[in-house]
């Protein structure tokens, strides 16, 4: 059944909703779906609507709405990706895949060897970009909830966050690691208190974190591990964390 986003909520006893424009436009003109046809709607509040398309055209699709399901596909981890920034698919990548494995927000950030280097406008263009491929994500693998994407930031200022609030004893506990390929510890020998349901996962650029960024984040008081033996690319070392998170303390 096609799923479709709704950016304004829905309200739980709706008879009808509209589709806006884009969403008109991708269930006609892409997915060719006729008048008749199930479809579910979700507006990222929780729950989702289940219907089917009453009127079609190029702009605006309407949907008769026939129920309210108080359904959710959120892991039971809260995860916040911390991503230093690839060029374009890779990082579209990324974010993408992310989102399907149930990350619940996402922080990308600069760092010393990031080769994007965005400014001004590009920055907002970049980040509805992103935005457009986590709400499509979870269009396409179920989620009800939209994560949060985080402004773009220096990694340098996202350290000096975690410390002060470190220093200003955090009430919200909370598991925050770095991937190195030099760390001693594997993942898999990590442990999570039964109380704490979430973590954070720093994950570099293609080159990798400098010896200061490292130093800086073990300064913080993250916890740098390693993903086996061998050194995966940044595409790769994102998902395989996740993976590895929701493995040991998540819903896999």
């Given at each position: 059944?096609?799923?479709?986003?709704?950016?304004?909520?829905?309200?739980?006893?709706?008879?009808?909703?509209?589709?806006?424009?884009?969403?008109?436009?991708?269930?006609?003109?892409?997915?060719?779906?006729?008048?008749?046809?199930?479809?579910?709607?979700?507006?990222?509040?929780?729950?989702?609507?289940?219907?089917?398309?009453?009127?079609?055209?190029?702009?605006?699709?309407?949907v008769t709405i026939e129920a309210y399901?108080?359904?959710?596909?959120?892991?039971?981890?809260?995860?916040?990706?911390?991503?230093?920034?690839?060029?374009?698919?890779?990082?579209?990548?990324?974010?993408?895949?992310a989102v399907e494995q149930g990350v619940?927000?996402?922080?990308?950030?600069?760092?010393?060897?990031?080769?994007?280097?965005?400014?001004?406008?590009?920055?907002?263009?970049?980040?509805?970009?992103?935005?457009?491929?986590?709400?499509?994500?979870?269009?396409?693998?179920?989620?009800?909830?939209?994560?949060?994407?985080?402004?773009?930031?220096?990694?340098?200022?996202?350290?000096?966050?975690?410390?002060?609030?470190?220093?200003?004893?955090?009430?919200?506990?909370?598991?925050?690691?770095m991937l190195s390929p030099d760390a001693?510890?594997?993942?898999?020998?990590?442990?999570?208190?039964?109380?704490?349901?979430?973590?954070?996962?720093?994950?570099?650029?293609?080159?990798?974190?400098?010896?200061?960024?490292?130093?800086?984040?073990?300064?913080?008081?993250?916890?740098?591990?390693?993903?086996?033996?061998?050194?995966?690319?940044?595409?790769?070392?994102?998902?395989?964390?996740?993976?590895?998170?929701?493995?040991?303390?998540?819903?896999?």
């Amino acid at each position: 059944m096609s799923r479709f986003f709704h950016p304004t909520p829905i309200q739980r006893n709706a008879e009808q909703v509209i589709l806006d424009s884009a969403a008109s436009h991708h269930a006609i003109q892409v997915l060719r779906l006729k008048s008749g046809e199930p479809v579910t709607l979700f507006d990222g509040t929780g729950g989702e609507f289940s219907g089917y398309l009453s009127q079609t055209s190029k702009s605006a699709c309407v949907v008769t709405i026939e129920a309210y399901q108080p359904i959710e596909r959120e892991s039971s981890l809260a995860i916040t990706l911390v991503q230093a920034i690839c060029p374009n698919e890779k990082m579209d990548w990324i974010i993408q895949k992310a989102v399907e494995q149930g990350v619940t927000s996402i922080q990308p950030v600069t760092t010393s060897r990031t080769l994007v280097r965005l400014t001004g406008e590009r920055i907002s263009k970049r980040r509805q970009h992103w935005q457009k491929i986590i709400i499509a994500a979870c269009e396409q693998c179920g989620r009800n909830q939209i994560p949060q994407l985080l402004p773009l930031q220096p990694l340098t200022d996202w350290l000096a966050q975690k410390l002060q609030q470190k220093q200003e004893n955090n009430p919200q506990p909370e598991h925050t690691i770095m991937l190195s390929p030099d760390a001693q510890l594997n993942f898999s020998e990590l442990t999570l208190p039964e109380s704490m349901r979430s973590t954070t996962l720093l994950t570099g650029p293609e080159g990798g974190f400098t010896t200061e960024e490292v130093n800086a984040a073990q300064l913080t008081g993250l916890t740098t591990v390693r993903l086996g033996h061998r050194i995966l690319r940044a595409e790769s070392a994102a998902l395989a964390a996740i993976a590895a998170a929701q493995t040991l303390w998540g819903d896999y």
